[in-house]
């Protein structure tokens, strides 16, 4: 009973302790894209990925990105949502619904923050962008939808783990991907996207929390 307790309270400090680190670091990188300018890091990290550019990776790259806007993103997550409801996955059809929520509080925080876009005499351009640049609200939606995801699929008793496995790679690839495609088409810098993914992760574990303390509750009753 005592090793129980004592193992309950170290995963509630290391929950605590990650937020915390998390919300640090987010902030820590929100001063940081606010006082230097992006010749500090961001430009040397965006030609390194821009010079492997062809014609055949551009495409591929806009596909990738095409999945992250807004219009297509908000569908993707209404159709998830309203799919698991229809197979009474009631829980799990509310907690991809909420990410919908990210999206609006990426585009206050891109408003706070008010970071210009990269411009074409710095970098590349291969896409259109409106808003401010910190944080990426594509890759914000990646790690926030792919990571609701991710719990479902841990949580799920019916998917075999060869199959979890399998699903999860697909999960972290496409975080992964998207990233990269943001920077590589010219439409963010590297800290926009590592902002982005650090307030996702954030997100995603608060998210993971009310989802796992629902699903107690309801197998108590």
Known sequence: MRLTI???????????????????????????????????????????????????????????????????????????????????????????LSTLLSSILGLGLKMLVNRPRPSKDLVVLLEETKFQSFPSGHVLFYTVFCGALILIILRSKAIKNKIKLFLIA??????FFGSVSRVYLGAHWFTDVLGAFVLGVFIVLIMGYFYIEKEKNVSEI
């Not at 929100?30 to 961001?42: G, K, N, R, S, T």
């Open 6 to 96: 004592f193992l309950k309270n170290n995963e509630r400090l290391l929950f605590k302790s990650t937020l915390i680190t998390l919300l640090v670091i987010f902030i820590v990188l929100a001063v940081f894209v606010f006082v230097a300018p992006p010749e500090f890091l961001d430009i040397h990290i965006s030609e390194e990925i821009q010079e492997k550019q062809t014609p055949l990776l551009n495409k591929i790259m806009i596909w990738i990105s095409w999945f992250g806007q807004p219009l297509t993103a908000g569908a993707i997550v209404i159709l998830s949502s309203f799919s698991l409801f229809i197979f009474k996955f009631k829980r799990e059809a509310v907690l991809i």
């Open 170 to 175: 697909t999960c972290l690839s496409v975080i």
